[in-house]
């Protein structure tokens, strides 16, 4: 009964067309059109069986960037490195930072981690769709793999730089303080305010390339606008739960800082807020994400 009230209504309208009424840019009948159910424990269900997927693409990019270098792997011990040295001999001398009793390049470094993690992940993860389009077209998958696996290959630069944080540790002498046990709360905030802008770039990237091309300046303000090299302090503190709301990469960073390095729990100003805008990131991205994803063959 349904269908054939359905086919009445299209013979209607090609009659309309027909005669001239000028409804040929009328809407198609409710009805008939597609609409994706979102079926949030259907996809999380198709990406869990999909998680050696990405471990593979992850690998695969990993292996790929330093192939055919002559330092190879050395260069994601490098890259954070000599910036903190940048940062140590320009700009801690040349703005006289207040980082308490830690030493400045144990500050530095805590704050590049989780930024190169950011970058890193926003750059590969954000072109990835466009970049495995070949990929695409021939994989049965879900096509967040390919962000995810990004992000996974920015990790793996992540878990390199931490062996420079040991060190950095044992030749300053710094005692590592014990509230360091909030890290797993504060590496969860991380990935799912990450995870959430690299799905937003990625699936909007493929309709406006023009965002490819703004990404570096867009990373380049980031940073300025981030406590990388310099405290949360050089904020208002009366604009901290905005601040914080707009950029929650600073309240990652701070809270580490407050957690390995002077013994506290992670500022719950910066922290809640946040906590709050990530779990939108994260959300709304994925949400966007699975509703724009049918046109990725098409335009990819």
Not at 2 to 29: K, N, W
Not at 115 to 138: A, E, P, Y
Not at 214 to 230: D, E, G, K, R, W
Request: net charge positive; glycine share 8%.
């Amino acid at each position: 009964m349904a269908r054939s009230r359905a086919a009445e209504r299209c013979r209607g309208t090609l009659v309309a067309v027909s005669q001239g009424s000028g409804t040929i840019a009328d809407a198609p009948p409710a009805e008939l059109r597609f609409r994706r159910p979102m079926r949030l424990g259907h996809f999380l269900r198709d990406l869990w069986r999909s998680r050696e997927l990405v471990r593979v693409l992850a690998e695969r990019e990993f292996q790929s960037r330093y192939k055919q270098t002559l330092l190879g792997i050395v260069w994601a011990l490098l890259t954070p490195v000599l910036l903190v040295i940048v940062f140590a001999l320009f700009v801690n001398r040349a703005f006289d930072i207040d980082t308490g009793d830690a030493p400045y390049i144990l500050f530095a470094y805590i704050g590049l981690i989780p930024w190169n993690f950011f970058s890193f992940s926003l750059t590969r993860g954000g072109q990835s769709l466009v970049l495995d389009s070949g990929v695409i077209n021939k994989v049965r998958c879900p096509r967040e793999v390919f962000p995810l696996a990004g992000m996974a290959s920015a990790g793996i630069d992540m878990v390199i730089s931490l062996f420079v944080l040991g060190a950095l540790f044992i030749g300053t002498g710094y005692e590592l303080k014990t509230t360091v046990v909030w890290v797993p709360l504060i590496f969860a905030l991380q990935l799912a305010f990450v995870a959430g802008i690299v799905m937003v770039f990625a699936i909007l990237g493929v309709y406006f390339r023009d965002l490819y091309q703004a990404m570096p300046l867009l990373l380049q303000l980031v940073l300025l606008a981030t406590p990388v090299a310099y405290g949360i302090e050089a904020i208002p503190e009366k604009s901290w739960s905005i601040y914080a709301a707009i950029n929650p990469l600073a309240a990652v960073i701070e809270s580490y800082r407050e957690t390995m390095l002077y013994g506290y729990a992670p500022p719950w100003k910066l922290f809640v807020p946040a906590a709050v805008a990530s779990a939108v990131w994260l959300i709304g991205g994925f949400v966007m994400f699975k509703k724009l994803e049918t046109g990725i063959a098409d335009v990819a």
